[in-house]
Nanobody, 127 residues
Framework: QVQLVETGGGLVQAGGSLKLSCAASGRTFSTYPMGWFRQAPGKEREFVAA????????YYADSVKGRFTISRDNAKNTVWLQMNSLKPEDTATYYC????????????????????WGQGTQVTVSS
């Protein structure tokens, strides 16, 4: 069993920055890839970013590439999402989740492959 708690959301003006944190419980955190997803009102939950278990590879949605950075510290059981140059369209509830142990990196883009999810943290970007 893994529990995830996201923090760091809030209200920010367009062009600003926020850093989300996801603290995980459980001794197996370091063996799983982790992902961030987001869901805006009336829309499906979409992939934002993912990171492999050792942090060696990262993957991003085209909409956030170059603006967001995912990172992790396995010693702290924590994964972060640094969000820069925020836009109003980034407004959503952001969730972290435990990803699949797989050699197929494309699976990391598929929310159906993720198991445990946090409760989410709200990010609102004003124009």
């Amino acid at each position: 069993q893994v529990q995830l708690v996201e923090t760091g959301g809030g209200l920010v003006q367009a062009g600003g920055s926020l850093k989300l944190s996801c603290a995980a419980s459980g001794r197996t955190f370091s063996t799983y890839p982790m992902g961030w997803f987001r869901q805006a009102p009336g829309k499906e939950r979409e992939f934002v970013a993912a990171i492999t278990s050792n942090g060696g590879s990262t993957y991003y949605a085209d909409s956030v590439k170059g603006r967001f950075t995912i990172s992790r510290d396995n010693a702290k059981n924590t994964v972060w999402l640094q969000m820069n140059s925020l836009k109003p369209e980034d407004t959503a509830t952001y969730y972290c989740a435990v990803g699949p142990q797989t050699i197929f990196w494309s699976a990391l883009y598929n929310r159906e492959r993720y198991t445990y999810w946090g409760q989410g943290t709200q990010v609102t970007v004003s124009s």
